[in-house]
């Protein structure tokens, strides 16, 4: 799964330079604590608490009717049946992109609600990454098993509208910015690079490419949790 690793506040471009220096700094103590798969039992979570985990990630309003699914050691499962289309599920270390450092942190939980265009063209990598990871795949065959997917059309491309809900505050995405801030991500095609005027100055875009999954997030920060409550107080 993607993961917001250049941290920005609601608009301000210098904090986006500045956590990106300071990740710089971590990287490779980062790096060295994670470099290989973890005992399978610590990326698992209590069936009950990842549940409601899952629902955190997008406002009742679409989390309720939303289906829930649940990362076990056959790899994710229905656990709650949907009505709307939707689907929260938390995400891994190991559903980020191959060369983010937290890739196999197992502390990593990313509480996350696709729309129904997401979940069918975002989540067959999830659950291709899943079904590579239980097996013992290193990340180096996971790749070239994820390319190779990708050129047989066994993975879809993004679909137009792709995106997912990311506004718990329960999450931890990775070990320097814990849950950071309410956020939307939109998925689409490494062709789209550029076109919402992403990381430049004063943009509330920012973008995290996967060259294996040949796609582009695009993150935005919106100023509310999924409970309503405001991430930056409002200046008075």
Request: glycine content about 8%.
């Amino acid at each position: 799964m993607p993961k917001p690793l250049k941290a920005i506040g609601l608009s301000c471009f210098g904090l986006l330079l500045t956590l990106t220096a300071l990740l710089q700094i971590h990287a490779q103590d980062t790096k060295a604590s994670y470099t290989s798969m973890a005992p399978l039992d610590q990326y698992l979570t209590e069936r009950d608490t990842e549940i409601a985990l899952a629902r955190s990630a997008a406002p009742p309003s679409i989390s309720n009717d939303a289906e829930v699914m649940v990362f076990g050691k056959h790899g994710y499962e229905v656990a709650v049946k949907g009505k709307n289309g939707f689907v929260c599920m938390v995400l891994l270390g190991w559903t980020a992109a191959f060369d983010d450092p937290g890739f196999w942190n197992p502390k990593e939980r990313g509480p996350a609600c696709f729309n129904p265009a997401g979940a069918r063209s975002f989540l067959p990598l999830v659950f291709k990454k899943a079904e590579l990871m239980l097996v013992g795949r290193s990340k180096v065959q996971m790749i070239e098993a994820i390319s190779a997917a990708i050129d047989k059309k066994e993975l879809p491309s993004m679909e137009p509208g792709a995106m997912c809900y990311m506004m718990s505050k329960q999450g931890h995405l990775n070990d320097e910015v814990g849950h950071w801030h309410p956020h939307l991500m939109f998925f689409v095609p490494l062709a789209d690079a550029g076109t919402w005027g992403e990381d430049l100055p004063g943009s509330p875009v920012i973008a995290a490419k996967d060259e294996v999954a040949r796609m582009i997030t695009f993150m935005i920060v919106v100023r509310k949790w999924s409970d309503g409550t405001p991430d930056v107080p409002e200046a008075h």
